[in-house]
């Protein structure tokens, strides 16, 4: 199978990373191709952004969460575009651990045999730029760099220098982009801000796509994406016939989803519809509520208002629907969230507050399942992610967890999964692409509809 692609890399987290990938896909697309986005790592924000601009959902590829044949497989059924633009995660070797390549964007480069593109940023360096560059291209015998896009160039003699010192080694500079404020996005913690929080966010990054693409050779990155092998054809997967209703938490408050998991909840059987917490009144007739992550602490006033809706999901938690949480949906099914000096009220079905922290908690995470639960029996390994600056307080001493954790840090002691009625909630994101999981859940939503 043919599938015209590249990465778009970096020497180090916020280089400009996004915001170039979605330059790219812009100018890719004016030259009339379409184009399909994907995100390196277990990141729900960047991916909105290139969403924005293509058109298209990205999608993560992940080997922690996906397994190598995950990644594969998901490239393959998902570039049914002209072209597919891979945006890294952190630096280009950065992996698992310090001294481990797994799960880098090098790795998912290497799964997938595609040439990459090296963002430099040129801001505060001249000649040490090359410093910079011969280290990334000599690092790994077959670092599949191709050529470099210099990001904050200060001024023409800038530029000529930064080339002067890049021209020994022999590879193309694909890109000059002027060092210019207006072409910063906002962030928050350690990443951007979802665009589906704040809808601003679409046309400032589409406005930065269109300025930026003057400025890359759009015609040169295409022929390279041309230039690749071809990959192994993946057979679809049909959806089964509809079975069961899971209703989907999607606005402003809860938007961290991995797209792959509802293709996998449909495969099993399930129509997906989405609902939302912060302003829907009411919840169709279903049979199970798949609440994600976000950060509802944000529009903790407009949660806490909708008192009909946060009624609601306790009554149908209490009746025994099947309810799976993560993270945003976890601290949402709490008594309170407490940020920024005010506590707003949520569900209450946990008997426990959420409070902001200021040391965040990020991790990929590994457990054994130590009681049967919505998504698998007990003694069956996963694995995940965890990203939260939230800790749960006033949790009662007989909570029970479905989750024993030998990576990561979870809800506590190292324990994740709270478990109450039929309801599953914990701080770890999982990928559905990993067997059992989606089956399991949407059997449970079977099984509550035929009671």
Known sequence: MK???????????????????????????????????????????DPSYLTAVSGKSARNLDPWLMGSRGVLKSFILNSNSNFSVIEGVMGYYDGFSGDSNFASTHHVATILNTPVILILDASKTARSIAATALGFTKFHRMSRIV????????????????????????????????????????????????????????????????????????????????????????????????????????????????????????????????????SDSKIDDCDGIYLGGGFPEVLGHALERNQIMRKTIKKLAENGIPIYAECGGLMYLTKSIDYDNKKFKMVGLFDATTKMQKKLKLNYTKATISNDCLIGKASRTIQGQEFHFSELEFLPKDSKFAYDLSIGVGIKNHKDGLMQYNTLASYMHMHFSRPGIAKNFVRNCIKYSRR
């Open 3 to 45: 599938v015209p692609r590249i990465v778009v890399a970096g020497t180090t987290s916020s280089v400009g990373k996004t915001s170039i990938a979605a330059a790219i896909i812009h100018g890719i697309k004016k030259k009339g191709y379409s184009v399909q986005p994907f995100k390196v790592g277990p990141d729900f924000i």
């Open 147 to 278: 050529g470099f896009i210099l990001n904050k160039i200060a001024s023409k003699r800038h530029e000529e220098l930064c080339r002067q010192a890049l021209a020994s080694l022999k590879l193309p500079i694909l890109g000059v982009i002027p060092k210019n404020s207006d072409l910063k996005m906002r962030s928050r913690h350690l990443g951007l801000i979802p665009v589906t929080e704040q809808k601003s966010l679409q046309s400032k990054i589409s406005r930065i796509a269109r300025t930026m693409y003057d400025f890359i050779d759009i015609e040169r990155i295409i022929q390279i994406g041309k230039n690749t092998t071809s990959l192994p054809q993946a057979r679809p997967e049909k959806d089964a016939k509809q079975r069961t209703k899971i209703i989907v938490a999607l606005d402003e408050s809860f938007n961290f989803y991995y797209r792959d998991n509802f293709d996998a909840l449909r495969r099993e059987g399930a129509k997906i519809e989405f609902f939302s917490p912060v």
